[in-house]
């Protein structure tokens, strides 16, 4: 048994690999038990086990392995990791489990299987089960199969792939295994329950016995559709939602479910394709072309056969399809006509997609060929037909189908139209958009009209299908002039449809294709029309209501508004009101008269023809007025339009009445509803005048008008005809510039350029040059938005005016057209049917190319053209192309029919001659240009062939090529090339330059777009050929355009793609796949107005060749970054959504430089609340993963795209580490200049340096975290306070980093988290930190503990959450880490606590093993620091640094008094919540930062707790009684039931309602002021003093600005504060409880008190300030003074570094510490001189020597030379022992100070070192004998001779003599020259006269005068003074005086108070002084020599009283000569230096 106990003795996870079966089988045991225990899927134990489940499954011992199959399947079914484990676990269940005679063993293999796939590996799984079926033992085959099945059957075909088991079920039906046949008949059966007739076809050549056994089973299987009955993980919360929707709404979901279930899997998809064309016939091409039909007949049916094979391989079938063409066409036998027709048919279904790009060929032979009448040759038509519809799509032939809708033949017309209807079926909404239904509907309205009853029907029925497509909505439009019959039979007989897609199918397409438009009616409006037929839900009704309503009128009338059906923005039913008006009748003479004189006066219209000018003008005016007060409805415009024109009408000679004239006819066309009737009445009166010097503004200002109530299209058509039929130059040129006024006003969309090319060049011809000029802005204006395609039509102008012309649109260039101002709103509120808006200036684009006339070529591309382009000589194919190029150029703009062209052209691309091949890439080129959109037709072959030549190994052919495939792309979009598999095709030819071309291009083109076809796929495995391409351009290229493969495909689809790589190929695939995953960059969002139709655009992309320059020079001039909110502000909206940001970012790109100038983070105004908001409420991910994956990434970037610009963006999100650098670099320069930039990104950009953690590259890290130092520095700078989201989102990633290999970073890391102190409480790092300890990584769990250790540390156990109990049992389970690193973490981490709480600490780790517990006991033996009362330097994490991050934090930065009440407010409004015990434990700890920074959570915070029982403690409680015990929650045993209501009273003292804080404050004062009951106290000393300094920051901030409170309120809450400090600072055991942090706090809110002016000026408030006084003395005291020094010395150094506090807040500070050196004598043994020195050091190392000396005062300095000088006075050599806690001695020059003193004292003798140590006041004394006032003088003269200091003389001279005004200087004048006489009076009256100036200047900083003002009597005058107030001791005042002369020695001037600049500038400018005080000053120099008279009968009491280092000492005995001073003073000097 030896062994045994060996063994047992091991971990589990040795266990698991012993070589003893025993040994395993337990471990497996123990492991299965671990597992079942483990609760979270990613707890770092699963890790452990992560190599040993293979060993598990395959173990050798068949007893051993049933007991870790088991444990295998708990451990993929429950583990996070498992998924890594896939493939080899499963290859050893195939190879291991599956061969054992154990049934068990193999369900458990089997289980172990499918529970793989649930976690997502399914296609791992079913790679190695096939693997399997290759294994030469039976068992496993069969169990293989059985494995398939079982999964097949429970997880659905979706998940199991079928084709790869359909390609080797013949072979498992061939196995000589019995039972391998059976289980293969099993799994056919089971495949075919899921694709039913699908699975035929494959199977169709197994043996016929076989094929009957299944076909017989087949037919007993059940008809339902099978549903999976087990989901994947991903899967199942989603199931559980569709069941909990099904058992709400019935199974109307269920339905669509099974509706996308089961036609999943495609039968095509599973068969080989068949190679036909080298099986033709050799003859074949000949025989086709035969004489006879017999022969002609054999040729076809040798096709017929080859085409019946179900799938055919991709070639080139262009030769075989025109031959059918032919055949169809042109032969005269019927029956061959049928069988070409069926060739064509097999060709169609055989190739599918890729018989596309021949269809647009065959289509119009094949519908002009229905009049034939024989029913099989039309069937066989139809058929043919039908299947070539499937290969392509309605907009690629509806041109053709459209050209034959015209033809005479009434059986073409009714075929094409049952074809339509057909095809119709087959759309959704998405791919029938309205461009394409609109010209549909109108050739199928001629038809239902057609005298022929066949064609009507088919018209209706195709209308009828086309309704139930897209719904009543969109097609009622087009239906407006069909009568109601008509209407009634569509509806009819769209009821009859069956879609093909069924209803539902149709729904969900459109609703989804019609997501991206924002605000779409149209959808909305189709879907509630087919929802009205499923659910009876009437949503129409409503939806149709409203923009009728609000428009005025229905909206079907919208549409004739602009003639010949132009629509445009807003033509329709925003405008419906004219719609109605439009049609107004023309009235006669005499109802207009009688309509006016109903609503004008009847005098008016008696003058209207008066022949006196002036009854004609009062006339007018009258007229207006009438209809200035007209209502619109009430208006009759004809006939007041009418009464205006009639005699003299617009021959009115005298201008002032015509002026009125013109002005009431805007009027009426502004305010009426004004008729296109009315308008013809008077435009021909208007444009008579327009050029009319006086009249011709009021002409343009009515035509403007009219335009704006008619439509300009109209007008401006109207207008133009108009002034063209007149002679008049000047009306001519004026009429165009009203138009190019106009167009920019209303913009472009709905106008006719047509017609209007045709006035302008009219006009340029024109003799007149103002005509021509007019014309040429008017074509600038053109333009802007009809782009360069604008001069085609005037290149044949002469030479000089197309300079101009050019000139002109030079000028024009890089201008985006305005956004039009007018004729968008005038009858339509903001709500009008949106849907129609957005689509309709979609038309207008459109409408601008569409009315380009187009030359029809076709005629002139004869066959003896094209033979001579294939000619076999070179030069004869030259002129054919020359031919071709002329043709194309005379023609401009040409039509889509180009015949034979596209064949011949093709050819030439890959002529021998390269030269050829240029001229035929620049022929296709100017192709594409000329005909426009169109040319997609043309994708398919004749774009692809250009793809080709890409391949040539001529540099300069494959810039030609690239350069025509974007000028074809420009034109047609993207979706044409990348639909089918041309593109695949292309990409898979192993040509290295057609790769890197096409990849690059790829590159450039994907990014762009918003969505990719599905086929985009096929390209995948050719890209990863690419990846590992012997060319390393190759490679290069296929990275880059990796990510943009992704960014539409997905990861998920990119890794499933490597299934079919080798091993080695797949990893580095892999690896690329997660580097490019990282780098992914964000679809492009959709563009402004997103009017890109679900097609892709198809009319705006029309617009697009006009617009492309203009909108390259728009995105590149205008705004650095696309930003589609920007482009709609610019007006560039029509095209950026031609275009989806399609060229707009290649463009900037090139324009860099100029981009790059702008701010890098752009301030969007409550961004970060939104996005906060979005986070919150779900719209968007949490930032919260173990890796990154791409949909964050993607998140980010959408997020980033508005607040960063553009350029950075790019290199943030480069797949280069080395742009990732670059950027750091960037934001490290602008971190100082975009501060508020930074923090309104902050959550951005913290989160994307969290992405930078996950990057293996070691330089970017380094980086980041410089860049993460620099920012925490910044925002605590900014007093910044971070958000819970932007702490969630990155400390845990940042602590990630803690655990890093090498040192620097990890060093780094804890220094950012120092920092991160300073800007996010550290009691809300505790829990993060504390979460890091978890991970799985040594040294980051060791590192986290050290840093926790340190908050402890700096900031007590109030830092410890949730609480200390909880915290230290966790950390104290890591003393039995393995990791010795760990283990001693943990135990000084505890230890850290030990010295801070005590023996406490054992009480609060709970029980630990024994072996832990005598390491921790000797570890804190060892550290043998007796446990001091409260930290180090407990900063309670600056109180002033908080932030209102309330509702509006728009993150300005606001001052601490608005902050707190703001706090304290909210606090208030959100009490009442009463929390769980736990918290309330927390806020009885009164943590500060909580309840001070962080109000943006809910948490209850101290005040909460205080009120939510009010009404119940009104009494005083005293002892405790049942009901506060009931309110008051749990706490730890520590807590005595007296100790829980002292806990509950003192939180009631930082109450919001005074009255509660005074009540809770006398109940504590009894206490104190009873000796035996005081002891109570103890223990709650913080927690009282921390509610006490909350109250007063409430007063000071709160209180004390609130208006409607009494102010003895405030004084009597006062009052009770003070007295209660009095009292507990009396009993010195209470007293010396106080820990440093909170004394620091206190100490600030008492001077800060001492300080507040509305204080002094309360009634009572002098009285305050002295009990104030007296308080601070007490606590100096009485305090423990290791904690108060320290505590004073942080106060000092906080209130130094802060600009908000005034500079008197830094000197009382400083006099509070020179009280403290005053009683450093007695107290210097009871200090703990190590953390004095600790914190004098942390000062230094803040404030060097050289940074302490800019500051504008010398105090500073001053007061800690003098502190330093005392401790080495009294401690001597040994203070040098006493540097222990500093870690670093170097970082300050404290060590070097202390040496120095040491040095120094050592020189001097006891009498002198004690004097010099002195730097108080000087003291210059009357009993002294006269030669020192001597001596004063001479040294104050020897000043003012002196060049640098004689100001500083002459000011002490002024001084000197105000105050011994009886003093004599004139000895001292009398040796000295006369110039210097006068220069020393003179120099005294100035400063006289300055000082008077500056008399009455009130105080700064609200400090008192009576600081100032040391003649009052003592008490009075103490606000600032520390000293004691009874007689044995100096009175403060004397302090005071001493300062200030010390000041003047130093030639600081007292009038100038020094106000503290900020650091910043301390460093950098000098600072000026402000002034501050008044004219009290003048009082207290005078006391001052009084004062320094007392002050000598003090000096024997204060020995150790210092004065300033550079001033003399004198004592009663001294009565040395200046001599012996200056020596003295020499060596004082030097020992400073």
Known sequence: MGDDSEWMKLPVDQKCEHKLWKARLSGYEEALKIFQKIRDEKSPEWSKFLGLIKKFVTDSNAVVQLKGLEAALVYVENAHVAGKTTGEVVSGVVSKVFNQPKAKAKELGIEICLMYIEIEKGEAVQEELLKGLDNKNPKIIVACVETLRKALSEFGSKIILLKPIIKVLPKLFESRDKAVREEAKLIAVEIYRWIRDALRPPLQNINSVQLKELEEEWVRLPTGAPKPTRFLRSQQELEAKLEQQQCAGGDAEGGGDDGDEVPQIDAYELLEAAEILSKLPKDFYDKIEAKKWQERKEALEAVEVLVKNPKLEAGDYADLVKALKKVVGKDTNVMLVALAAKCLTGLAVGLRKKFGQYAGHVVPTILEKFKEKKPQVVQALQEAIDAIFLTTTLQNISEDVLAVMDNKNPTIKQQTSLFIARSFRHCTAATLPKSLLKPFCAALLKHINDSAPEVRDAAFEALGTALKVVGEKAVNPFLVDVDKLKLDRIKECSEKVELVHGKKAGLSAEKKDFKPVPGRAASSGASGDKDTKDNSVPKPGPLKKAPATKAGGPPKKGKPSAPGGTGSAGTKNKRGLE???????????????????AVLPATCIQLLDSSNWKERLACMEEFQKAVELMDRTEMPCQALVRMLAKKPGWKETNFQVMQMKLHIVALIAQKGNFSKTSAQIVLDGLVDKIGDVKCGNNAKEAMTAIAEACMLPWTAEQVMSMAFSQKNPKNQSETLNWLSNAIKEFGFSGLNVKAFISNVKTALAATNPAVRTSAITLLGVMYLYVGPSLRMFFEDEKPALLSQIDAEFEKMQGQSPPAPTRGISKHSTSGTDEGDDGDEPDDGGSDVVDLLPRTEISDKITSELVSKIGDKNWKIRKEGLDEVAGIINEAKFIQPNIGELPTALKGRLNDSNKILVQQTLTILQQLAVAMGPNIKQHVKNLGIPILTVLGDSKNNVRAAALATVNAWAEQTGMKEWLEGEDLSEELKKENPFLRQELLGWLAEKLPTLRSTPTDLILCVPHLYSCLEDRNGDVRKKAQDALPFFMMHLGYEKMAKATGKLKPTSKDQVLAMLEKAKANMPAKPAAPAKATSKPMGGTASARFQPASASVEDSVSSTVEPKPDPKKAKALGVSSKAKGAPGKKVPSKTSLKEDEDKSGPIFIVVPNGKEQRMKDEKGLKVLKWNFTTPRDEYIEQLKTQMSSCVAKWLQDEMFHSDFQHHNKALAVMVDHLESEKEGVIGCLDLILKWLTLRFFDTNTSVLMKALEYLKLLFTL?????????????????????????????????????????????????????????????????????????????????????????PGKALKEIAIHIGDRDNAVRNAALNTIVTVYNVHGDQVFKLIGTLSEKDMSMLEERIKRSAKRPSAAPVKQVEEKPQRTQNMSSSASMLRKGPAEDMSSKLNQARSMSGHPEAAQTVRREFQLDLDEIENDNGTVRCEMPELVQHKLDDIFEPVLIPEPKIRAVSPHFDDMHSNTASTINFIISQVASGDINTSIQALTQIDEVLRQEDKAEAMSGHIDQFLIATFMQLRLIYNTHMADEKLEKDEIIKLYSCIIGNMISLFQIESLAREASTGVLKDLMHGLITLMLDSRVEDLEEGQQVIRSVNLLVVKVLEKSDQTNILSALLVLLQDSLLTTANSPKFSELVMKCLWRMVRLLPDTINSINLDRILLDIHIFMKVFPKEKLKQCKSEFPIRTLKTLLHTLCKLKGPKILDHLTMIDNKNESELEAHLCRMMKHSMDQTGSKSDKETEKGASRIDEKSSKAKVNDFLAEIFKKIGSKENTKEGLAELYEYKKKYSDADIEPFLKNSSQFFQSYVERGLRVIEMEREGKGRIPTAAGISPQM?????????????SIGNTNGEEVGPSVYLERLKILRQRCGLDNTKQDDRPPLTSLLSKPAVPTVASSTDMLHSKLSQLRESREQHQHSDLDSNQTHSSGTMTTSSSSTANIDDLKKRLERIKSSRK
């Open 1908 to 1920: 100032e003002v040391t003649c009052v009597p003592a008490p009075t005058s103490t606000v600032s």
């Open 579 to 597: 719609a109605k008006e439009i049609v107004e009748p023309e009235l006669s003479i005499e109802v207009c008269e009688e309509k006016a004189s």
């Open 1275 to 1363: 925002l605590s700078d900014e007093e910044y306070h971070l958000t819970e989201n932007e702490a969630s989102s990155f400390i845990p990633y940042l602590i990630l980093k803690v655990g890093e290999p090498k040192d620097v970073i990890r060093k780094d890391v804890r220094a950012i988290l120092n920092r991160m102190c300073l800007v996010y409480p550290a009691s809300k790092m505790f829990p993060f930190i504390m979460e890091g300890t978890k991970s799985k990584n040594s040294k980051q769990r060791a590192e986290c503990l050290e840093e926790l250790g340190c908050l402890v540390e700096s900031y007590g156990m109030n830092v410890c959450q949730p609480t």
